[in-house]
T-cell receptor, first 114, second 115 residues
Framework: NAGVTQTPKFRVLKTGQSMTLLCAQD?????MYWYRQDPGMGLRLIHY???????AKGEVPDGYNVSRLKKQNFLLGLESAAPSQTSVYFC?????????????FGPGTRLTVL | AQSVTQPDIHITVSEGASLELRCNYS??????LFWYVQSPGQGLQLLLK??????LVQGIKGFEAEFKRSQSSFNLRKPSVHWSDAAEYFC?????????????FGSGTRLLVRP
């Protein structure tokens, strides 16, 4: 039972390159989230999904796209990376019961855009 | 707009001393509140959460937090700090979305523990 895993752990990109971050969960959770963490700013929500085949925008969605083709996977894409997207990216999952929910976080992906 | 403020960027305490980390929120309705801890190079781990009921909430690792509506606060406390508690601590408030919620985080407080 791995919980929430993220691939890759580290990545360095050049400006304009593209990449996809993968979040995988084996907890059968309905809800999945992508956050970014920047120094002094806490975590900010990029996109989220309330179920397979659905996605929605969070606080800072510009420059990112997401897909949830399978319940257990949530992909975050950068089509044309910019230095401003240098950050640590965290995926989180939640069961989907608002009154008792806890969000479980993955270990993070550290991305540097040169 | 909903927000969370953690006024202390860094706090240093001696091992065995008591700890209080401050958190203030801005939210119109009754908030759902959380404290998470992040060890270096790790993801976030839930310490405790407040949804309703008793305003004093017990969490893991000997932590507790008290919800004070009149002060819009949800401060985290521990009576005796251990060296392994050195980490970054985040307070968060939940905003409803569909049948679940999304989290608004504070900027974090880094705890340093002196031997």
């Amino acid at each position: 039972n791995a919980g929430v895993t993220q691939t890759p752990k580290f990545r360095v990109l050049k400006t304009g390159q593209s990449m996809t971050l993968l979040c995988a969960q084996d907890m059968n959770h309905e809800y999945m989230y992508w956050y970014r963490q920047d120094p002094g700013m806490g975590l900010r929500l990029i996109h989220y999904s309330v179920g397979e085949g659905t996605t929605a925008k969070g606080e800072v969605p510009d420059g990112y796209n997401v897909s949830r083709l399978k319940k257990q996977n949530f992909l975050l894409g950068l089509e044309s990376a910019a230095p401003s997207q240098t950050s640590v990216y965290f995926c989180a999952t939640a069961m989907g019961d608002r009154h008792t929910d806890t969000q479980y976080f993955g270990p993070g992906t550290r991305l540097t855009v040169l | 707009a909903q927000s969370v403020t953690q006024p202390d960027i860094h706090i240093t305490v001696s091992e065995g001393a008591s700890l209080e980390l401050r958190c203030n929120y801005s939210y119109g309705a009754t908030p759902y509140l959380f404290w998470y801890v992040q060890s270096p190079g790790q993801g976030l781990q839930l310490l405790l959460k407040y949804f309703s009921g008793d305003t004093l909430v017990q969490g893991i690792k000997g932590f507790e937090a008290e919800f004070k509506r009149s002060q819009s606060s949800f401060n985290l406390r521990k009576p005796s700090v251990h060296w392994s508690d050195a980490a970054e601590y985040f307070c968060a408030v939940a905003l409803g979305v569909d049948s679940s919620y999304k989290l608004i985080f504070g900027s974090g407080t880094r705890l340093l523990v002196r031997p």
